[in-house]
């Protein structure tokens, strides 16, 4: 006798997150764009080590997701030049998070305030109450699955 299948839970916001942009490439092609919109040739510059076919890959992939738009410059032959969107430039927030702590565990300095030049700590902020607030005052949204 089989057991009946169970359906599998739905993606938590993080899994839903890494699945339009949580390859490695992806995230640096969404970095190198936060500078402004490049042209193909620009990005590769800027990326060494990708592959041309995997370049295209993660551009249509990050269109299809709407991370990025593509705008031809030249019709003949078909060229584009390739810019992030609102969504995608709220990843900026998130790829600098990712960055200092990768700086930070690798020898690398940490973001610093301009002004005093004191380590930035990432905090979640109400609006409402101008308060930063603990893991522990957060509700709703999905949250990850507990390790």
Do not use: K
Not at 90 to 109: M, Y
């Amino acid at each position: 006798m089989t057991e009946p299948a169970i359906a599998p839970a739905p993606p938590t916001a993080l899994e839903a997150a890494l699945d339009r942009v949580g390859d490695r490439w992806s995230l640096l092609v969404v970095d190198a764009l936060l500078e402004g919109p490049h042209r193909f040739g620009e990005l590769r510059d800027a990326l060494p080590g990708i592959a041309p076919n995997i370049l295209t890959a993660r551009l249509r992939r990050l269109e299809r997701e709407r991370i990025l738009v593509a705008t031809p410059y030249t019709t003949r032959p078909p060229r584009m030049e390739y810019r992030l969107t609102g969504d995608g430039r709220d990843l900026a927030s998130a790829l600098r998070l990712l960055a200092d702590w990768g700086s930070r565990r690798t020898g690398g300095e940490p973001l610093r305030h301009d002004r005093c030049g004191t380590a930035i700590e990432a905090r979640w902020f109400c609006p409402t109450c101008t308060v930063a607030v603990s893991d522990a005052e957060i509700s709703g949204g999905e949250q990850t699955r507990e390790v």
